[in-house]
């Protein structure tokens, strides 16, 4: 999608940060073809003829472009870096493409050659933010962790989205205001159902007495309530943060813990506090 036209963009860029000014056809013509298949010359020491540098046979033209590859990819982590730095101080409308290329210690030509505007780059962010989004929540969202003491669930599920948005700012920044990219709205539309049927399938396995209208709303307002939270925590730093991460597992505690309480019993309880 998005990814792709961002790649697209990139790749002539790829070859000329390499200093080559070709591309791999024309390299594979141009290349001396007497050498191919030709040991080494007189004088020539082991090292000359199994060096990538040095080498002219089959093993460079396939070599070269791989490690003009590495350092396009390279080039793109670092604008997008620079980019995810530049989104959080200054926000999308206030953000520009020289900023990004002066934060990222480039020249805005060099920032051109792989992303055509500020759009490219915040798509092309936004897509691997959101890829590494779909990760991290899956790997909180599972059945297993219905096993765990409430508290412990708690601490299990909101510690790993927690972090994840401290430690990417801009991935805040990228999934609110009118003024973003389209298609990052739609991913962030798309990802937010998402999170809401897994925050469903587990408060319906926690409390699997409920009916399904009422499991529905109460994933819903735990859902509201942990943005909520989430917002107060990323509003501060250092030990304030800290606090309010507590308050909002507190809140969360003390919404699902006289539910879980009011199960019939002979259902297995997982609200036992942690001792």
């Known amino acids: 999608m998005s990814e792709a036209r961002a790649n697209k963009a990139a790749e002539p860029a790829q070859h000329t940060e390499a200093g080559t000014g070709t591309t791999p056809g024309t390299e594979a013509r141009t290349g001396p073809r007497t050498t191919q298949g030709a040991g080494p010359g007189p004088g020539a020491t082991p090292e000359a003829a199994t060096d990538p540098e040095s080498a ?43 900023a990004i290329a002066r934060e990222a210690g480039v020249s805005p030509g060099t920032l051109y050659q792989f992303f055509p505007n500020k759009e490219a780059i915040a798509v092309e962010l936004g897509n691997r933010l959101t890829h590494r989004w779909r ?35 801009a991935f805040a920044v990228l999934t609110h205001g009118s003024e973003i990219p389209g298609v990052i709205s739609q991913e962030h539309d798309a990802l937010h159902e998402t999170m809401l049927t897994r925050t469903e399938e587990l408060i319906s396995g926690y409390l699997p007495d409920l009916p399904a209208d009422r499991v529905t709303r109460i994933a819903d307002t735990a859902f509201v309530v942990f943005k909520s939270g989430l917002d107060l925590v990323m509003a501060h730093d250092g030990p304030e943060r800290e606090a309010y991460i507590a308050e909002l597992k507190a809140v969360m505690y003390g919404y699902l813990h006289p539910l879980a309480r009011a199960r019939p019993t002979g259902v297995t309880a997982h609200d036992t506090d942690t001792p």
């Open 56 to 98: 002219t046979g089959p093993e460079a033209t396939t070599a070269r472009p791989r490690r003009r590859q590495a350092r396009g990819e390279a080039r793109i982590a670092q604008l997008l870096e620079a980019a995810a730095t530049v989104f959080t101080t200054s926000g999308y409308n206030g953000a520009s493409t020289n």
């Open 135 to 169: 990760e991290t929540y899956g790997a909180a969202f599972v059945h297993s962790h219905l096993e765990l003491p409430l508290d412990r669930m708690l601490d299990a599920i909101l510690d790993p989205l927690i972090a994840f948005n401290c430690e990417n700012p």
